[in-house]
């Protein structure tokens, strides 16, 4: 079965492209950007600058919906009520009632959507996956996890579409704040972080409470510096979330996971460290090192062919994919519930469980 796929997007969605191209039975077909000029490099394909158009006159089975996160969510129930199959970049929704739009409208047409959580396809991911299905942490009884990165660089935007650092802010009438800026509270892109997290412990959360920073590194063009949340899950656990985006810190990865009889320590920061204590076979407080790429999986393939064969496997055989809809929620909706915890002051506020809508 040939699957012909339309990129939407052509920032990491040019990455895409090649991606699925490499992927056999896969075909790109179509490109669309809003952007006329990043489709001059595509003139092979189909090309289009109008979402609607492209979902109308482009011969599609799959769409990878990777453009401005704000359009995610409704770009996706578009594409599957034009009969399509949906991969969608993080953060896929917005809202909450994004969220149930796009699980009904996948249940109620039988097209898989999926979210392109690619870290939990990442070596380190699947090598403390074996790890804790060991048993040799016990019951994680706790895990947190920190994004934080320097992207000042790109969040202000001119009238050409060319990216400018923060800093600049005012002193050219024609730069404003990009979506990354104005439209992505830190935790709405929690699912580098949650995602590996949930599927580690094979767990969902329930409640949500968050605090935020407010605006102090680049006031007037991010609203919130960093936010962090703390989530409840349904197995009893708790977890704790921190991101930051417009913030003066390079990149840095932290995840830690606090088990019954032992803990792991992993971070990176321009290179991957990881820990572990295990009660049962420690001679004493020392930390012993784990050795293991970051990305690189031991079987030598890469994580995001991995994660779009997975994918097309499902379409295929017309089974669930690895993150079904609801599943793909469970990885989004616990930033955005957080954040809006934050807004309400560090409020509770309830995840809905997107399997009973």
Known sequence: MSLRWGVAGLGRGASFVEWISAIEGCEVVAVCDSNEAALERFGGLETFSDYEEFLDKAALDVVAVITPGPAHGP????????????????????????????????????????????????????????????????????????????????????????????????????LKPAWRAGDLPPLFYCSHTLGPLLYL?????????????????????????????????????????????????????????????????????????????????????????????????????????????????AIRTDTAPPLDAARSMDYTLPGICAHMSAEQGGQPVPIPDMRQI
């Not at 097209?111 to 299905?133: H, S």
């Not at 930051?244 to 990176?268: E, Q």
Request: glycine share 10%.
């Open 75 to 174: 770009q996706s129930v578009a594409a599957m009520e034009a009969g399509l199959h949906v991969l969608c970049e993080t953060p896929c929704v917005y809202s909450i009632a994004e969220a149930e739009a796009v699980v009904s409208t996948s249940r109620r047409t039988g097209l898989n959507f999926m979210l392109a959580e690619d870290y939990i396809w990442m070596n380190w991911t699947q090598q403390l996956k074996k790890l804790v299905d060991t048993g040799r942490l016990g019951d994680i009884v706790f895990a947190e996890a920190e994004y934080t990165h320097d992207c000042r660089g790109g969040m202000l935007i001119d009238a050409e579409g060319k990216h400018h650092h923060a800093s600049e802010w005012g002193t050219r009438d024609d």
């Open 201 to 313: 412990m094979e767990d969902r959360c329930t409640t949500a409470i968050g605090l935020h920073t407010g605006a102090r590194v680049a006031p007037g063009v991010c609203p919130v510096d960093m936010e962090s949340g703390l989530l409840q899950t349904a197995a009893g656990r708790a977890i704790r979330l921190t991101n930051g985006f417009c913030i003066a810190h390079p990149f840095s990865l932290f995840t830690g996971l606090y088990g019954t009889r032992g803990s792991i320590r992993m971070v990176n920061l321009g290179g991957l460290e990881v820990k572990a204590w295990f009660e049962d076979e420690a001679t004493g407080s020392d930390w012993q090192n784990l050795d293991m790429d970051y990305d690189q999986r031991e079987d030598g393939r890469h994580w995001v062919t991995v994660m779009l064969e997975e994918f097309v496997a």
